[in-house]
């Protein structure tokens, strides 16, 4: 497979650190543009086409926080912005990424590791790209998955693999109904995250939503009203699950 | 087309309806498929058999998808250098790093974007 084409910018005060950065990262049709502050990163932002900014955390003057709010604002949500950080306290882990970056690493980072997760940012970022250019509004369901599965299976595989999803579908919100009432929030959590990778991969695009926003809320322990949600995504599942076939051209 | 010609691919997901669907898409590829349901399946299967990959949900019970990896990694003989593509629905919201860090070849982000699935298979048995 092709290497990503990438321009990375790097923005660390330490010279050792950049330059190690640089070698790992430069080369197959990557460029790296190495920034020694905040400042300087802001400035190489706005004239360079940036595919991808690695911000240091611990920076003086400017730190790395506020390097990404003030980088967010000249190339936008679109693209990733990765910290690299000395912190490694496990309690840190979301907070990175609830404050907006993409993703983050922790020092020292090795030369392999470095290379695939920016290797794998740049690749994703094509695809926010395509998906944010097809609109804002989440469909029912997702015909370009549906369409690429066509291609790799026969149409009696694939109603067999739509069947076995929906029975199992069927008896998850059952255990849903059954555990909301027991309040066993781990298991409806684990039920969950099943619900939200097979939907999501078979093209039930906001089915796979609407249960991916549970689970958050679920763990963030956000207020909600378990029951009505769990209600909801039950409903809307015997919903789709009797028009499907006609919207996914299946010929059941 | 004979046995030979397979590629064989250990698919550790415990969900059955990837599970299936993994084996009906690269069977399309010529990939035979052996299933393991959860993290101490596939270390027993990784040494009885001979694969030329192992595909890695990372959210697998009794033993999760990361510390397999590491496990097959600090094995001493060559068996240890199988490419291994982590696939995962980020419950956890780990970084990236983490499965890199692991020893994973690759990481893809379920829901699963099949064509860059198979561009992987194909890439690393080299089946083209």
Not at chain 1, 207 to 236: A, F, H, P
């Amino acid at each position: 497979m092709k290497n990503t084409h990438g321009i990375i910018l790097v923005v660390d005060d330490n010279e050792i650190n950049r330059k190690y950065v640089n070698t790992v990262l430069r080369g197959q049709s990557r460029t790296v543009h190495l920034a020694e502050n905040g400042f300087e990163g802001l400035k190489l932002a706005s004239t360079k086409n940036i595919d991808l900014a690695l911000i240091d955390i611990q920076m003086p003057d400017m730190d790395g926080f506020e390097c990404h709010n003030r980088m967010r604002e000249k190339i936008g949500s679109n693209t990733p912005i990765l910290a690299i950080t000395a912190y490694s306290d496990p309690e840190d882990r979301d907070r990175f990424i609830r404050f907006g970056f993409n993703d983050y690493m922790t020092k020292p980072v090795k030369p392999e590791v470095l290379k695939n997760t920016v290797q794998y940012w740049l690749k994703e970022s094509a695809k926010i790209e395509k998906k944010s250019r097809s609109g804002a509004v989440t469909p029912d369901f997702n015909l370009d998955t549906v369409e690429e599965l066509k291609r790799y299976a026969s149409q009696d595989e694939l109603i067999e693999l739509y069947n076995e999803f929906i029975e199992e579908t069927n008896t998850f919100n059952q255990k849903l109904l059954f555990l909301q009432n027991v309040n066993d929030h781990t298991e409806i959590l684990s039920i969950l995250h099943t619900i939200k990778g097979n939907a999501g991969s078979l093209g039930f695009t906001k089915l796979s939503e609407l249960v991916t926003l549970l689970e958050s809320d679920l763990k963030n322990k956000i207020d909600l009203s378990l029951n009505e949600r769990i209600g909801e995504i039950v409903d809307y599942t015997s919903e789709i699950f009797s028009e499907y076939a006609t919207q996914l051209n299946l010929n059941l | 087309m004979t046995e030979v010609d397979y590629k064989k691919v250990l698919v550790a997901e415990d969900s059955s309806v990837i599970q299936n669907l993994l084996k009906k898409i690269l069977l399309f590829e010529n990939c035979k498929i052996t299933s393991a349901k959860d993290g101490k399946s596939v270390l027993e299967k990784f040494e009885s058999e001979d694969f030329d990959l192992i595909i890695m949900d990372i959210n697998l019970p009794l033993l999760d998808g990361l510390s397999a990896t590491k496990e097959i990694r600090s094995g001493k003989t060559k068996k240890a250098n199988i490419p291994i593509i982590g696939i995962s629905g980020n419950a956890k919201n780990l970084p990236v790093s983490d499965f890199f860090e692991a020893g994973m070849n690759e990481y893809m982000q379920k829901p699963l974007d099949y064509d860059q699935l198979i561009d992987l298979v194909k890439k690393y048995t080299g089946n083209y």
